[in-house]
């Protein structure tokens, strides 16, 4: 296991955003995983796989960053069992080709297994939750989660109460004709609506009750607002774009501009989907 120290953090994540990481791991497998939470169990720990979803401080973070490339993969009948590090999307794509359906919404979503797991990702009314059958997790050792353990709700799994690591996720599929093209339908459709291409770390604010999160930034006139170089998206308003070297005071700025200009023109509060990492010392 190969330690680095004052890691640029910007590079890896979606944003291109962040300061130094003040240790760095990389894991490819369950024990390195244990001996990395081992190394770390003293300082503050975070977990990163694509880099999506997540916004570091300007100043970095002070304890371990863990890499997550665990990649295995295996499909037997309808169980698809995955490593945590395995690109969500690419494998939502895989198994809709193979003609397994229950994973056409993860095409598109910028993710890892598990960062999805972690945050029960979902689009187009399908979440993680609807065909997740276990998860591996680890911290000072190894447990097994069956779906009747696991109390997953919008953009939330049990797992944001634990300190630890998902390693593994197994999922129930169905044999469906349609996969692919019901997964063609979702991705294009991704791709004519969204910013992808630019630097975004997805959607920004989850959707409150009944609500879009998106049509309520736009009916107040917000696309293309800017603070510093962050800018609300001027394809998608849920989005905010790393349009000129944003820094994350930027982005943490305009989503507070977001945020008090809808509470005033609708009295509806914004809820952050985006994870803002701050920069904290152990205690």
Known sequence: MLVKENEPLARYTTFGIGG???????????DEALEALSYGKEMPIHILGKGSNTLFDDRGFPGLVI???????KLDGNLLTVGSGYN????????????MSGLEFASGIPATVGGAVFMNAGAGGKEVCD?????????????????????FSYRHSPFHELKGMITEARFRLTPSAEAKITQKKILDYRLATQPYGDKTAGCCFRNPEGE??????DQCGL?????????????HANFIVNKNGATAKDVLGLMDAVKTRVYEETGITLKEEVRYIPYEFSS
């Open 20 to 30: 130094a990481a003040r240790y760095f791991v990389a894991v490819r497998n369950s």
């Open 67 to 73: 890499l997550n490339q665990i990649l295995h993969k």
């Open 88 to 99: 969500f999307s690419q494998l939502g794509a895989q198994m809709s080709r193979a003609g």
């Open 131 to 151: 065909v997740i059958e276990e998860v591996t997790f680890v911290d000072e050792s190894v447990h097994l989660f069956s779906r009747d353990e696991l109390n």
């Open 212 to 217: 879009s999160a998106s049509r309520l930034i």
């Open 223 to 235: 696309k293309g607002v800017t603070v510093g170089g962050a800018q609300v998206s001027e394809k």
